[in-house]
Nanobody
Framework: QVQLVESGGGLVQHGGSLRLSCAASGFLFRVWTMGWYRQAPGKQRELVATINSGGSINYTDSVKGRFTISRDNAKNTVYLQMNSLKPEDTGVYYC??????????WGQGTQVTVSS
């Protein structure tokens, strides 16, 4: 079964940094598109970043220049380096995995809280 386990969340001051990790198992990691989404209280889940099997990356506009998504196929792990964090970055961050065909799989989420 597909498993995605996020880690690295926590409480950080505005301007600080965190690195999230997502450890994946149960699928052929290297051919799946991986991503990060987040959900703030009272809001819908939104895309943060994706990285596909060829290394092509998309970011939502609000994180461009501050966040970096990367993947290590040898470790079946995707990362999200978050710098210059803002209070509006606060939310639960979810790792996602998308096959070429099929449904998106989700991790359990990790809380990121940025104090003002």
């Amino acid at each position: 079964q597909v498993q995605l386990v996020e880690s690295g969340g926590g409480l950080v001051q505005h301007g600080g940094s965190l690195r999230l990790s997502c450890a994946a198992s149960g699928f052929l990691f290297r051919v799946w598109t991986m991503g990060w989404y987040r959900q703030a209280p009272g809001k819908q889940r939104e895309l943060v970043a994706t990285i596909n099997s060829g290394g092509s990356i998309n970011y939502t506009d609000s994180v461009k220049g501050r966040f970096t998504i990367s993947r290590d196929n040898a470790k079946n792990t995707v990362y999200l380096q978050m710098n210059s964090l803002k209070p509006e970055d606060t939310g639960v961050y979810y790792c996602s995995a998308d096959p070429v065909y099929g449904s998106t799989r989700w991790g359990q989420g990790t809380q990121v809280t940025v104090s003002s």
